[in-house]
C-alpha cells in the first residue's frame, strides 16, 4: 500500500471509518427521529458481520487504520461484543471506538473492554431525568451516568459525550460543567444538523457554538485545552482546576471539511465519502455477487478520489436519510 492510497482529490488523508452496525435504536431522540421512529430496514439487507469485518479488512488493506462502530444505536445489535473481538484482530487497526447512546453501556463495557474495544463516545443531551426523559421520548438517563461511570471502570478512555445543541433545550449547562469536575470527561457540544427529510432543524431550533460558549462564560474563564486523542474536528477548552474539558464540534457556522479524515458505511452497505452528500456506492451488492478483497479495496480507493471538497449545509441544504440510517 502506498501513502497516495489514503489521499483524496484534496489531499486529505482518509484514515478513519465509521461502520454503522444497525439502524435500530431504543431511543427516539427528538432531533434524530419522529416519534413513531424511521422503519428499519429488513434484516436480509443489513450488512451481516462476516460483510462488515470484510470491509474492515479492505479499509486496514488501504491505510484506514481507525475504526467507529455505531448506528442507530450499535449495542442493541446482538453479538456486537464478538463482532468488536474480530475487529481487533485486523491489523492495521490502532482504534476502535464506538458511538452510544449508553442505555446499554453499564452491562456491556466490562465486554466489549475485554474484546478491544478502545474507547466511547456516549451521547447525553441533558443530565436532567424529565428534560432527558423528553428529549429521547422515554430514556433514564441514570442508565446513561451509570454507563460514563462503567466506561471509566472498564479504561475505556478518552471519554467523550455528545451533546446536540438546541435552542431552548441546551439552556441549563450547570450539570454539564458539574460532569467536568466530577470525571476527567470531555463534553462537546454538536452544532445541530438538518439531517433527514423529517428534520426539525430550523433557525428556531438552531443555536451556535459561540451562543453555547457565551452561556458557559457565565460558570468562569474557559481557557484553551489541549485536544484529547481522536478529537476530530472539535475544539476544547477547560474550566479552571476541572478533571474534564468543554469542546465544540461547529459543522454549521465553522465548516472542518478541509480536515476531514472520515468516510462512511452505512448498516445497508453503503459507502458514504461525506455525511452530507446523497451519493452512496453499493458495497453490499457487490460483496454479495463475490467481490474479491482487492476489488472492493479499489471501489473504495475510486471513491475516495470522488469525496466531496466540502457540504454547503449552511445554505440550508437537506440529506434525505437520517443520522440514524447513516450512522452519525
Ligand atoms: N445511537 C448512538 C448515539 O446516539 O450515540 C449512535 C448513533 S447517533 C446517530 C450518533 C450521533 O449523532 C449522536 O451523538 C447524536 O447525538 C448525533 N446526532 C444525531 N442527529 C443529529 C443531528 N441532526 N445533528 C447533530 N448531531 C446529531
Ligand atoms: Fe437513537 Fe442515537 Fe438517534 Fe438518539 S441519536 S435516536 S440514540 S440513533
Given at each position: 500500500?502506498?501513502?497516495?492510497?489514503?489521499?483524496?482529490?484534496y489531499?486529505?488523508?482518509?484514515?478513519?471509518?465509521?461502520?454503522?452496525?444497525?439502524?435500530?435504536?431504543n431511543?427516539?431522540?427528538v432531533y434524530?427521529m419522529?416519534?413513531?421512529?424511521?422503519k428499519?430496514k429488513k434484516?436480509?439487507?443489513?450488512?451481516?458481520y462476516?460483510e462488515i469485518?470484510?470491509?474492515?479488512r479492505?479499509?486496514?488493506?488501504?491505510?484506514?487504520s481507525?475504526v467507529?462502530?455505531?448506528?442507530?444505536?450499535?449495542?442493541v445489535?446482538?453479538?456486537?461484543?464478538?463482532?468488536v473481538k474480530?475487529?481487533?484482530e485486523i491489523p492495521?487497526f490502532?482504534?476502535i471506538s464506538?458511538?452510544?447512546?449508553?442505555?446499554?453501556l453499564a452491562?456491556?463495557a466490562p465486554?466489549l473492554?475485554?474484546?478491544?474495544?478502545t474507547?466511547?463516545?456516549?451521547?447525553?443531551?441533558?443530565?436532567?431525568?424529565?428534560?432527558?426523559?423528553?428529549?429521547?421520548?422515554g430514556?433514564?438517563?441514570n442508565?446513561?451516568?451509570?454507563?460514563?461511570?462503567?466506561?471509566?471502570?472498564?479504561?475505556?478512555?478518552?471519554?467523550k459525550?455528545?451533546?446536540?445543541?438546541?435552542?431552548?433545550?441546551?439552556?441549563?449547562?450547570?450539570?454539564?460543567?458539574?460532569?467536568t469536575?466530577?470525571?476527567p470527561?470531555?463534553?462537546?457540544f454538536?452544532?445541530?444538523m438538518?439531517?433527514?427529510?423529517?428534520?426539525t432543524?430550523s433557525?428556531?431550533?438552531?443555536i451556535?457554538?459561540?451562543?453555547i460558549?457565551?452561556?458557559?462564560?457565565?460558570?468562569?474563564?474557559l481557557?484553551?485545552?489541549?485536544?484529547?486523542?481522536?478529537?476530530?474536528?472539535?475544539?476544547?477548552?477547560?474550566?479552571?482546576?476541572?478533571?474534564?474539558?468543554?469542546?465544540?464540534?461547529?459543522?454549521?457556522?465553522?465548516?472542518?471539511?478541509?480536515?476531514?479524515?472520515?468516510?462512511?458505511?452505512?448498516?445497508?452497505?453503503?459507502l458514504?465519502?461525506?455525511?452530507?452528500?446523497?451519493?452512496?456506492?453499493d458495497l453490499?451488492?457487490?460483496?454479495?455477487e463475490?467481490?474479491?478483497?482487492d476489488?472492493i479495496?479499489?471501489?473504495?480507493?475510486?471513491?475516495?478520489?470522488?469525496k466531496?471538497?466540502?457540504?454547503k449545509?449552511?445554505?440550508n441544504?437537506?440529506?434525505s436519510?437520517?443520522?440514524?440510517?447513516?450512522?452519525?
Amino acid at each position: 500500500m502506498s501513502e497516495s492510497d489514503l489521499l483524496d482529490s484534496y489531499k486529505r488523508k482518509i484514515d478513519y471509518l465509521r461502520l454503522a452496525v444497525t439502524d435500530r435504536c431504543n431511543l427516539r431522540c427528538v432531533y434524530c427521529m419522529p416519534p413513531e421512529g424511521v422503519k428499519s430496514k429488513k434484516p436480509e439487507e443489513i450488512l451481516r458481520y462476516e460483510e462488515i469485518e470484510f470491509i474492515a479488512r479492505c479499509a486496514a488493506k488501504i491505510g484506514v487504520s481507525k475504526v467507529r462502530l455505531t448506528g442507530g444505536e450499535p449495542l442493541v445489535r446482538k453479538g456486537i461484543v464478538d463482532l468488536v473481538k474480530s475487529l481487533s484482530e485486523i491489523p492495521g487497526f490502532k482504534d476502535i471506538s464506538l458511538t452510544t447512546n449508553g442505555i446499554f453501556l453499564a452491562e456491556l463495557a466490562p465486554y466489549l473492554s475485554k474484546a478491544g474495544l478502545t474507547r466511547v463516545n456516549i451521547s447525553l443531551d441533558s443530565v436532567d431525568p424529565e428534560a432527558y426523559k423528553n428529549l429521547t421520548r422515554g430514556g433514564d438517563v441514570n442508565l446513561v451516568l451509570k454507563g460514563i461511570k462503567a466506561a471509566f471502570d472498564c479504561n475505556l478512555i478518552p471519554v467523550k459525550i455528545n451533546v446536540v445543541a438546541m435552542k431552548g433545550i441546551s439552556d441549563d449547562l450547570k450539570h454539564f460543567v458539574k460532569l467536568t469536575y466530577e470525571y476527567p470527561v470531555h463534553i462537546r457540544f454538536i452544532e445541530y444538523m438538518p439531517v433527514g427529510a423529517d428534520s426539525t432543524w430550523s433557525k428556531n431550533t438552531f443555536i451556535s457554538y459561540k451562543e453555547i460558549m457565551k452561556k458557559l462564560l457565565s460558570f468562569g474563564k474557559l481557557d484553551a485545552a489541549e485536544s484529547p486523542v481522536g478529537a476530530g474536528p472539535a475544539v476544547y477548552y477547560k474550566f479552571p482546576k476541572a478533571l474534564g474539558t468543554i469542546g465544540f464540534i461547529s459543522p454549521i457556522t465553522n465548516h472542518f471539511c478541509t480536515k476531514c479524515n472520515r468516510i462512511r458505511v452505512t448498516a445497508d452497505g453503503k459507502l458514504k465519502t461525506c455525511l452530507f452528500s446523497e451519493r452512496e456506492i453499493d458495497l453490499i451488492k457487490r460483496i454479495r455477487e463475490g467481490a474479491t478483497e482487492d476489488e472492493i479495496c479499489e471501489v473504495i480507493k475510486t471513491a475516495l478520489r470522488d469525496k466531496p471538497e466540502g457540504h454547503k449545509l449552511a445554505e440550508n441544504k437537506r440529506i434525505s436519510r437520517g443520522m440514524s440510517q447513516i450512522g452519525g
